[in-house]
């Protein structure tokens, strides 16, 4: 009996803690979300999943404060463009930072798309960088999060 007693102690300590832990998680993430691990693939380490699901930039890449690659056809990494705003489609370099972060084109080529970019096949850590030459078109989008995947 005692043994019992002392299993049900342990599984009502250990809710709590997890019930704190994820109440502290949300707190943390606020409107960017806490990231849900259940679709995560198999070969993902649930300890790289990052906490919060959506990108802390959003869907905002302001020009201004982007590095960005050179173009395929050209080394002109040059736009004229005053500035990048909120879902706007992107049709410039296929990849850069802005704002400490890596993001890159993907889709459908043409369409103007692009992402975020996250390790561990798109769950971990967002990618951070200085310069464009920290990302490349290789890093995979950022998944499970409303406004960090493959769209403009």
Not at 7 to 17: D, G, L, M, N, P
Not at 19 to 44: F, H, K, Q, R, Y
Not at 124 to 131: A, E, L, Q
Request: glycine fraction near 10%.
């Amino acid at each position: 009996m005692k043994f019992y007693v002392g299993i049900i102690f342990a599984a009502a300590a250990s809710t709590r803690v997890l019930s704190a832990a994820v109440s502290d998680t949300a707190a943390e993430c606020g409107s960017l979300g806490v990231m849900s691990i259940d679709n995560i693939p198999e070969d993902v380490d649930a300890a790289n999943v990052r906490k919060c699901a959506n990108h802390p930039l959003g869907r905002n890449r302001p020009l201004a404060e982007t590095s960005l690659g050179p173009m395929e056809d050209s080394n002109d990494t040059s736009v004229e463009a005053p500035s990048l705003q909120a879902r706007d489609c992107w049709f410039g370099a296929e990849y850069g930072c802005t704002k400490g972060y890596c993001w890159r084109t993907c889709g459908t080529v043409g369409k103007g798309t692009w992402c975020w970019t996250a390790s561990d096949g798109g769950t971990g850590p967002w990618y951070t960088c200085k310069t464009y030459s920290d990302c490349n078109k290789s890093q995979p989008c950022g998944k499970n999060c409303d406004k960090c995947g493959c769209s403009c």
